[in-house]
């Protein structure tokens, strides 16, 4: 599962159960919440979740600026509410990525999800076959 984090908005994705292909599932309103930290746990549990990433939005010169610094926050207090490895993988792009591809009737955060997923499931399967 990946996680596009934003202090009011997070967009979730999911991959199929072999790990290449992701999908768009929901936005979880407000995910840094006690509710919404208990949203994703559920979402955790019911999609068979084998571990969590969540976007760090780097600047472009590769730092980590406040979003990230929130990104990391939000990914400790995750940790401590599911039962699965959460990671940190670079998510620079992918709302750019989600706002150029083609209209779905998936929202933009979860999109941008997705196409950080892919870009994880991409990277991970890359160095596992090295």
Not at 21 to 41: F, M, Q, T, W, Y
Not at 72 to 89: T, W, Y
Not at 103 to 123: E, K, M, V
Request: glycine residues 8%; negative net charge; hydrophobic residues 45%.
């Amino acid at each position: 599962m990946a996680l596009d984090y934003g202090s009011a908005r997070t967009g979730v994705a999911v991959s199929d159960p072999t790990g290449t292909i992701a999908r768009p599932l929901c936005v979880v309103e407000r995910a840094h919440s006690d509710a919404g930290l208990g949203k994703l746990a559920e979402l955790v549990v019911d999609e068979v979740v084998e571990q969590v990433v969540v976007g760090l939005p780097l600047t472009l010169r590769g730092e980590r600026g406040e979003q990230a610094r929130a990104s990391e926050e939000f990914a400790a207090r995750l940790r401590k509410h599911v039962d699965v490895p959460v990671v940190l993988f670079d998510e620079r792009f992918t709302t750019d990525l989600a706002q150029q591809a083609p209209s779905s009737d998936a929202d933009l955060d979860a999109r941008a999800a997705a196409h950080l997923l892919s870009g994880f499931l991409a990277w991970s399967n890359a160095g596992s076959t090295a």
